[in-house]
Every structure is written in structure tokens, then in C-alpha cells.
């Protein structure tokens, strides 16, 4: 069997960028990984973050502020919540500090704890709603079926970006993904736009994916 010098590149590539741009390493038994923060990939950063140390249990420190100090008349709980807190902190600063490429850590406070540290990093990154808004926008009106990975996969990438529009209050209906997903299909798929077009009933999402989906299969038995 023989390897292309195409997927032999692409191979290299991929082996480069685990190297140099993720970190992984062990969380209470749970081996994550996290994108190395490089500048412009914040957003994924943090989602690595936040996720890995949700998954390890140890995401405390990112969503509370600091434990009370314990006193003689502290309770049993009260100290096991300080000291899951404490190691929840450790881990956390420990986890951001090491994913953050050397000569981007200028700057960014030393002495403060996991959550302060989070949002430090998040103000120097901090993207406008409306950089996000135009972003999404250019992505999902520029799409196009080029047949990769199926129609189903496709629509339900289109809704994902509704989804993240809706949630910066850019409120898409249905009805514009149904037309963007039908007018953004190949030629083979005329016969299901010109049933919608004919009708005034519109479709649901879940109408427009079976309909696609079914079309696609019956064209790839032909």
C-alpha cells in the first residue's frame, strides 16, 4: 500500500500542528486537550477550556468567585467546598497558563485566581457582537452544497449558524434557512424547489431535511 506525497503532507501537517498548538495532559484521570491560545483563536481556546475542565470536574474556580478563608467554626462542608475550590483554582490556572503561547503572557496578571484570570484574557480578545454578526452572516449567505458529507449534514450546519445568530439577537426564521438551503442546492435537486415554490404552505426545518434527504438517496440509487 502506497501513501501519496498529498496525504503524506497532509499527514506532516497534522502531526505539526498537535505538536505545536494543542497541550495535552492528565485531569483526575481524564487525559484533555486544549488548543494552544495563539491570538486569534480565543473563542476555541476558551471552549476548550471550559469543557475540559467541566469533563475533569474541576471547573469550580471558573464559575464561582473565591471561597471563603476558613475559620475554628467552619463546617465539614464548608471546608470540603473551600478545598475543591482551592484545587479546582490550582488546576485551572495551571491548564490556562501552559496553553498560552510564551510571548502572548506579557501582560496578563500573575497574582489572581482561575475565574479573574479568564476574564483578563477575555477583555485583551474580546471580538464585538457585530464583527461576530458580520462573520456568520458572510459564512452561512456563501454556502453552497457541494455534495462532501451529505444533505442532512449540510442544512443542519446552516441551522447551527441560525442558532448562533439567534443567540446574538439576529433572529432568522426558518423560513429564510429553508430558502437559503433550497436556493444553495445543486441543479439535481430542481424537482424539490419546484415543489416548494408551488405551494403556500411552508416547510419546518424537519420537512425541508427528510424531503432533501429522501431526493438525495432516490438520485443516488439512479
Same mark, same amino acid.
Given at each position: 500500500?502506497k501513501?501519496?506525497s %498529498?496525504?503524506?503532507f497532509a499527514?506532516i501537517?497534522?502531526?505539526i500542528?498537535?505538536?505545536?498548538f494543542?497541550?495535552t495532559f492528565?485531569?483526575?484521570?481524564n487525559?484533555v486537550?486544549? =488548543?494552544?491560545?495563539?491570538?486569534s483563536?480565543?473563542k476555541?481556546?476558551?471552549?476548550?477550556? =471550559?469543557f475540559?475542565m467541566k469533563?475533569?470536574d474541576v471547573?469550580?474556580s471558573l464559575?464561582? %468567585?473565591k471561597?471563603?478563608? /476558613?475559620i475554628?467554626?467552619? #463546617?465539614? +462542608? =464548608?471546608?470540603?467546598?473551600h478545598a475543591a475550590?482551592? *484545587?479546582?483554582?490550582?488546576?485551572c490556572l495551571l491548564?490556562m497558563?501552559?496553553s498560552?503561547? +510564551?510571548h502572548?503572557?506579557?501582560g496578563?496578571? #500573575?497574582?489572581?485566581?482561575a475565574k479573574e484570570?479568564m476574564?483578563?484574557?477575555?477583555?485583551?480578545?474580546?471580538v464585538?457582537?457585530?464583527?461576530?454578526i458580520g462573520s456568520?452572516l458572510?459564512? /452561512?449567505?456563501?454556502m453552497k452544497?457541494?455534495?462532501n458529507?451529505g444533505?442532512?449534514?449540510?442544512?443542519i450546519r446552516?441551522?447551527d449558524y441560525?442558532t448562533?445568530?439567534?443567540?446574538?439577537k439576529?433572529?432568522?426564521?426558518?423560513t429564510?434557512?429553508v430558502h437559503?438551503?433550497?436556493?444553495?442546492?445543486?441543479? *439535481?435537486?430542481s424537482?424539490?424547489?419546484?415543489?416548494?415554490n408551488?405551494? +403556500?404552505?411552508?416547510?419546518s426545518i424537519? %420537512?425541508?431535511?427528510?424531503?432533501?434527504?429522501?431526493?438525495e438517496?432516490?438520485l443516488? *440509487? =439512479?
Amino acid at each position: 500500500y502506497k501513501v501519496s506525497s %498529498d496525504t503524506l503532507f497532509a499527514l506532516i501537517v497534522l502531526i505539526i500542528y498537535i505538536v505545536y498548538f494543542t497541550v495535552t495532559f492528565s485531569v483526575n484521570n481524564n487525559m484533555v486537550t486544549i =488548543e494552544v491560545l495563539t491570538g486569534s483563536n480565543f473563542k476555541k481556546w476558551k471552549e476548550d477550556i =471550559e469543557f475540559t475542565m467541566k469533563m475533569a470536574d474541576v471547573d469550580l474556580s471558573l464559575v464561582t %468567585d473565591k471561597a471563603g478563608e /476558613l475559620i475554628v467554626a467552619s #463546617t465539614d +462542608d =464548608e471546608k470540603l467546598v473551600h478545598a475543591a475550590w482551592m *484545587k479546582s483554582n490550582c488546576i485551572c490556572l495551571l491548564s490556562m497558563r501552559r496553553s498560552i503561547l +510564551d510571548h502572548l503572557k506579557s501582560g496578563i496578571p #500573575t497574582d489572581c485566581i482561575a475565574k479573574e484570570l479568564m476574564i483578563a484574557i477575555s477583555e485583551r480578545y474580546r471580538v464585538s457582537s457585530n464583527a461576530d454578526i458580520g462573520s456568520l452572516l458572510q459564512v /452561512l449567505f456563501n454556502m453552497k452544497y457541494d455534495g462532501n458529507g451529505g444533505v442532512r449534514d449540510y442544512v443542519i450546519r446552516m441551522v447551527d449558524y441560525q442558532t448562533k445568530l439567534n443567540a446574538l439577537k439576529v433572529d432568522l426564521p426558518d423560513t429564510c434557512i429553508v430558502h437559503q438551503a433550497l436556493n444553495t442546492l445543486p441543479p *439535481k435537486f430542481s424537482i424539490i424547489k419546484t415543489n416548494y415554490n408551488s405551494q +403556500d404552505e411552508s416547510w419546518s426545518i424537519n %420537512d425541508l431535511i427528510f424531503r432533501v434527504v429522501s431526493e438525495e438517496e432516490k438520485l443516488n *440509487k =439512479e
